[in-house]
T-cell receptor, first 112, second 115 residues
């Protein structure tokens, strides 16, 4: 039944070791978003794809990259995770920009 | 000008009470105001949304009141239940020419409904 699926739900990596988080959707939505959410804070948009067009937020660190190989899948790559990157990472989709966003349940990333 | 200010930060009510969460914005280009509900360990779920051409919208026990002149909107939860205990985020977005319609979130309100 889940429409936006994030894997894994929990990810542990070592300081500086690259990590990839994945998101898939069954909604056939054009737009996919990646958010970072730290404890007791609002989600912070990192970037989004409209179809294959990548849109980076101005304050997203270079350490964060994304790939969208097809409509259904989107990946978040963290090249060299630091302790400050420990957070919940949320994927969301919307049919068009400006339409309601549907969120996955997130991947909680821990950095050792 | 992109900020959305949300209050209170936390709220405790008794079962059956009517918690009210308030949000204020500055950017008059905002034209879509959703509320999201987030349970621990889950992603935010769209609860209810309003556009500025109406002053109130109800869906079940949830009501949004919108005051365009004051640039404020609020969420009311009627007959609140312990199962409503969650974090609530207001948000706003715009379809201004040349910009993507991104959500600007409020800081969140942690609601506890006591049995």
């Amino acid at each position: 039944d889940a429409m936006v699926i994030q894997n894994p739900r929990y990810q542990v990596t070592q300081f500086g070791k690259p990590v990839t988080l994945s998101c898939s959707q069954t909604l056939n939505h054009n737009v996919m978003y990646w958010y970072q959410q730290k404890s007791s804070q609002a989600p912070k948009l990192l970037f989004h794809y409209y179809d294959k067009d990548f849109n980076n937020e101005a304050d997203t660190p270079d350490n964060f990259q994304s790939r969208r190989p097809n409509t259904s899948f989107c990946f978040l790559d963290i090249r060299s995770p630091g302790l400050g990157d420990a957070a919940m990472y949320l994927c969301a989709t919307s049919r068009e920009v400006g339409e309601p966003q549907h969120f996955g349940d997130g991947t909680r990333l821990s950095i050792l | 000008q992109q900020q959305v200010k949300q209050s209170p930060q936390s709220l405790i009510v008794q079962k059956g009470g009517i918690p009210i969460i308030n949000c204020a914005y500055e950017n008059t280009a905002f034209d879509y105001f959703p509320w999201y509900q987030q349970f621990p360990g889950k992603g935010p779920a769209l609860l209810i949304a309003i556009r500025p051409d109406v002053s109130e919208k109800k869906e079940g026990r949830f009501t949004i009141s919108f005051n365009k002149s004051a640039k404020q909107f609020s969420l009311h939860i009627m007959d609140s239940q312990p199962g409503d205990s969650a974090t609530y985020f207001c948000a706003a977005s715009t379809a201004a020419r040349g910009s993507a319609r991104q959500l600007t979130f409020g800081s969140g309100t942690q609601l506890t409904v006591l049995p």
